[in-house]
């Protein structure tokens, strides 16, 4: 494993991008979460989840543990992230929040939390692995219940797991950007845990040249699919003979601010930023 891939994540701009949703209000924080597939899902299935422990796998500076505390507080959140400078920014901001400095093997996870949580929450954290699909299948076995995530996926050619040709320039160095072929995604958690059900929902984008990527040319065609892709996982204790697999085009919905929102959120950022 080449350290140097993950070393953006601990820069202070890293925590600074992250940093602007806590200048914006708890309404429209609202209004960008619920516009996003895997917080559609987690609504959609809220009332099917026993268990209250939800850990968050790369929280950054804690603003989902903002909306979870506010607008779903029978969960006990807990946060794990790779970077310092991210999670003593969280611990900053939120006091009453739990949060967690972890490695890239989360060797820590069972030992800070004694049991397995109920829903495991990890939103564009497999996508910038050098191994997803074991990185994945590492995921999806700490829940005991649901595991939700967001992940790039393509409907056609196989995925290319060579980070210096998947990849994005990122905070001043190159991370692995993964699009993951999703016949291979679900094979992989197929083969990795029992599970009940299965929601795929593809928002469909072009994936290639955007946002400083370098990725496989197809990646660049209509025709390969690439998509921002959520993934809702219902797991079972025990082999389920024939699960659940629904699969769904649907884009994450844009929110529209008003021009009175727009200007107080530049005004909090501009504070900030002195």
């Known amino acids: 494993m080449n350290n140097s891939y993950y070393t953006s994540w601990d820069s202070r701009a890293h925590a600074k991008a992250f940093n602007v949703w806590a200048t914006i209000s708890l309404k429209q924080l609202r209004k960008y979460y619920e516009s996003f ?3 559609k899902l987690l609504l959609k299935n809220k009332a099917s989840i026993n268990g209250k422990t939800l850990v968050e796998v790369g929280c950054a500076t804690g603003e989902l543990y903002r909306y979870i505390n506010h607008y779903h507080s029978q969960f006990d959140y807990y946060g794990f992230d ?8 969280a611990k900053q901001k939120y006091q009453h929040g739990k949060f967690f400095i972890t490695d890239t093997k989360l060797s820590n996870l069972n030992d800070t939390l004694e049991e397995a949580p109920d829903v495991l929450f990890a939103r564009d954290v497999v996508l910038h692995q050098t191994d ?26 196989e995925t290319v797991l060579d980070p210096e040709i ?7 160095t190159w991370v692995p950007y993964m699009v993951l072929n999703i016949d291979e995604v679900v094979e992989k958690i197929k083969n990795t845990v029992n599970f009940k059900s299965l929601y795929i929902f593809k928002s469909y984008r072009q994936l290639g040249g955007y946002n400083n990527r370098y990725l496989p040319k197809d990646c660049f065609y209509p025709e390969t699919g690439t998509s921002e892709t959520a ?3 219902q797991l079972a204790k025990d082999g ?8 769904e085009c649907r884009s994450d919905s844009n929110p529209k601010l008003t021009l009175i929102e727009r200007g107080i959120g530049l005004l909090k950022r501009q504070i900030l930023e002195k």
């Open 231 to 233: 993934l809702y996982i």
């Open 132 to 157: 997803p699909f074991d990185f994945l299948a590492k995921l999806i076995s700490i829940p005991d219940e649901v595991a939700i995530l967001r992940i790039r996926t393509r409907d056609k050619g």
């Open 82 to 89: 790779i970077s310092q400078v991210a999670i003593e920014q």
């Open 166 to 172: 998947s990849c994005q320039w990122n905070y001043g």
């Open 37 to 39: 597939n895997e917080i």
């Open 240 to 247: 389920v003979s024939n699960p659940d697999i629904f699969t």
